[in-house]
């Protein structure tokens, strides 16, 4: 019994949260810090133990995303204010018919979760959805799920993301049969968690955010050209992929290496993306640089809340790995006879759902089952996939993403719950059994 204490401790924290949140209305920032206050000290940290979590978790989740998500959101801002948003969802409408334009948000969203970090598709594709949505006249929920869908999918199975190719490396599988099995699994999945979900939820008519508000209707020649309004904001994942297959050539720690992965890196980027972005989607367009810094300071703003609340999630999420969670999930299971498949999606969904990390539910689950490999007759890609999936299962209070999809969409934690979190239950629970289908032939 004494082992599961830190689960036991974790669910009751997660409890004090929804408790302070939900029927308190205390803020979710300092609803997340005092929750995670409590399972620290119920865990046994010390007070000083408990306060270096707390910061370390707090600065770090803000050191690898406040830039990201602040330079998305501005990136966003001059988009849907300059008309290049409403240009690409005009656009992708004409083309595609409202009919179908889910199909075309799908496969953006996949591109960009293969190809830069979540967050940065996720906030760098959101206002395009909304605008999407608007024209289609269709609630912005349903094709943001859609969305998501496909973003976090591809982002949990593809390398070069860091979890599949840490899983990759693992157990030993080939990356080349990683991306054509991935395929195999991330289609069906995303298409019922990204098409058939959505149809079969009622009451996802929202009111569009108000940092994603359009200000005015643009005309055709106020607006900037499709090609344009597209290839601004895939600047960084652009830059990103290119920097990724410029490493497999050049010696790595080299001055040119170090150049490139400066300039690959999500931050710079970003930063580069922004900047051109400033150029084309304001002065190039007539806007003043006044009133082109407005829309800047201004998305800043709108996502000043955002930024904390993630930063506050991040600290709930170090003190749960400072609690030995994760040891605690890895002594449950480790006695287990169940198929190598299930056992590795089930270790990773727990340790996921348990520190709201997708990266680090991998590479752990890939710590604990990847020792056994020898004693499994299955095939490596298989695991890496199960694995993959099991990563991208349903997430809660302690993971940034949620309160990132929350917080940008006005959503209640019920709402999030109902659309975030079934999707992506939907995306794992398929996948697994995509990898399971596979496995009878493999």
Not at 27 to 50: E, K, Q, R
Not at 179 to 208: F, S
Request: glycine share 10%.
């Amino acid at each position: 019994m004494e082992n599961y204490l830190p689960i036991i401790w974790v669910a009751l924290g997660v409890a004090l949260l929804l408790f302070l949140n939900m029927k308190v209305k205390l803020n979710s920032m300092l609803a997340l810090l005092i929750s995670a206050i409590f399972v620290g000290i119920a865990n046994g940290l010390t007070l000083p133990d408990v306060i270096a979590s707390i910061k370390a978790g707090f600065g770090g989740t803000l050191g690898s995303l406040a830039l990201i998500i602040g330079f998305g959101a501005i990136l966003g801002k001059l988009m849907v204010d300059s008309g290049a948003a409403q240009r690409v969802a005009t656009t992708l409408l004409n083309k595609f018919g409202e009919k179908y334009v889910e199909w075309a948000i799908l496969l953006v969203g996949a591109i960009f979760g293969i190809s830069v970090f979540y967050e940065v598709a996720f906030i760098i594709l959101a206002p395009l959805v909304v605008s999407i949505a608007v024209e289609a006249k269709t609630p912005f929920l349903r094709l943001g799920m859609t969305m998501v869908a496909a973003a976090t999918m591809a982002h949990s199975i593809f390398p070069p993301q860091p979890g599949p190719v840490a899983l990759v490396d693992a157990y030993g599988a080939d990356m080349g049969m990683v991306y054509i099995l991935g395929l195999v699994v991330v289609i069906p999945a995303v298409i019922c968690a990204g098409i058939i979900l959505p149809r079969l939820l009622r009451n996802l008519d929202r009111p569009v955010p108000p940092l994603l508000k359009k200000e005015k209707e643009f005309t055709e020649a106020e607006m900037p050209s499709f090609a344009v309004s597209l290839l601004v904001p895939l600047t960084p994942a652009i830059i990103i992929t290119a920097a990724t297959i410029i490493n497999y050539f050049i010696e790595k720690g080299s001055t040119i290496y170090q150049i490139v992965n400066f300039f690959g890196s999500a931050e710079i980027s970003m930063i580069l993306a922004v900047l051109v972005a400033i150029y084309v989607f304001g002065i190039r367009v007539g806007r003043t640089m006044s009133d082109t810094m407005k829309s800047f300071s201004g998305a800043i703003e709108g996502i000043a809340m955002i930024v904390f609340i993630v930063g506050s999630g991040g600290a709930f999420k170090q003190i749960i790995l400072d609690s030995g969670v994760g040891n605690a999930i890895a002594s449950l299971m480790q006695n287990s006879s169940v198929s190598p498949l299930i056992m590795a999606w089930f270790i990773t969904a727990l340790i996921r759902i348990a520190t709201g990390t997708g990266v680090v539910s991998a590479i752990t689950a890939a710590g604990i089952v990847g020792p056994l490999m020898h004693t499994f007759d299955v095939n490596p890609v298989l695991m890496v996939l199960a694995t993959a999936a099991g990563s991208n299962t349903i997430t809660h209070v302690n993971d940034a993403s949620f309160w990132l999809f929350k917080e940008y969409f006005g959503l209640s934690i019920k709402e999030t719950f109902k659309t975030w979190g079934l999707l992506l239950f939907v995306n794992s629970i398929v996948g697994l059994g995509i990898v399971l289908l596979l496995s009878l032939f493999i």
